[in-house]
């Protein structure tokens, strides 16, 4: 697996609900690691009702209230001063399968920011026809924000808010690649101490071998509980209030599996903080 150390290519589906306003605050924040491609994307159907319509996500305005850049900055002074670089789509139609393979199969992202609502919204795309095909296409990793979270990008002024994050840890998939990458994944954006919880539900016997990093004010504690992993992992995430949750998934099918019947899913959909899924099996030419 090949796992980037920061994120160049951030692809952000949204349907311009609040919960897709707290997911594009992630991907703005982590774009902002720069330098970076950031894709806002949006699917409307035909016959949609314009009076749903509603516009993208303001960048410039939302650097404006951060600070990073000057209020009325010009379009221009984006990119040259933050090495961002942001790309609206918008595509109509009544295929949102065949709209999102044909635009990630020419501009493939290393990191999907995603909110994670369930009957509505961007939920409608990733469903029954439309996550097969798009999961055979599209094995990177994922950040999911679930609707009840604020995340750990504070909107009012895009200061991180992380102090601890908790990472399953199983033999398989053996999670040493994602361990290894973590501290430079998140160090791109948040240099700040951390502590790193690894849990592992079953006994010390069948406890994966680990080796973590040494990083300056990181801490690595490890956790061993039997049970229900899915009811150990939320148990766990809500005890310590963590604002993050990793999972090594196996990658096989892609990062939309994690919205199907795998113990992702089930994390995903009953976390309070976001989950970042990062995939064991990277594929050699992404999009292909």
């Known amino acids: 697996m090949s796992v980037p150390a920061r994120f160049t290519r951030i692809f952000h589906p949204t349907d311009f609900s609040p919960p897709s306003d707290i997911a594009f605050v992630h991907a703005l924040k982590l774009a902002l690691a720069g330098p970076t491609h950031l894709t806002l994307f949006h699917f409307a159907r035909e016959g949609q009702d314009e009076d749903d319509a509603h516009e993208f996500p303001k960048v ?75 999961a055979r296409q599209s ?40 361990i290894d990458m973590l501290p430079a994944l998140v160090g791109a954006f948040h240099p700040g101490p951390l502590a790193v919880e690894f849990l592992h539900v079953g006994t010390a016997e069948t406890l994966p071998r680990l080796r973590t990093p040494e990083v300056a004010g990181w801490t690595w504690t490890t956790h061993v509980a039997d049970g229900d992993v899915v009811d150990r992992i939320l148990e766990t995430t809500e005890a310590g209030s963590a604002e993050l949750v990793v999972l090594t998934t196996l990658g ?20 309070r903080c976001p989950v970042l899924a990062v995939p064991t099996a990277m594929p050699a030419h992404p999009g292909r």
Do not use: C
């Open 139 to 178: 094995v990177v990793p994922a950040l999911f924000v679930p609707p009840e979270s604020t995340g750990f990008v504070d909107s009012s002024t895009g200061n991180i808010q992380l102090q601890r994050i908790v990472m399953p840890v199983d033999r398989h998939p053996h999670p040493q690649p994602v």
């Open 252 to 271: 096989r099918h892609g990062f939309f599996d994690a919205i199907r019947g795998s113990t992702t899913e089930r994390v995903v959909r009953g976390a």
């Open 60 to 134: 410039r305005d939302t650097l404006a209230k951060w600070k990073v850049l000057p209020p009325n900055a010009p379009r221009e002074a984006v990119a040259p001063t933050l090495g961002l670089y942001i790309r609206k789509v918008e595509v109509g139609g009544d295929d949102p399968t065949g709209a999102i393979l044909g635009f990630l199969a020419s501009h493939p992202p290393d990191l999907i920011v995603l909110a994670t609502h369930q009957r509505s919204g961007v939920a409608r795309w990733l469903h029954g026809e439309v996550a097969l095909p798009v």
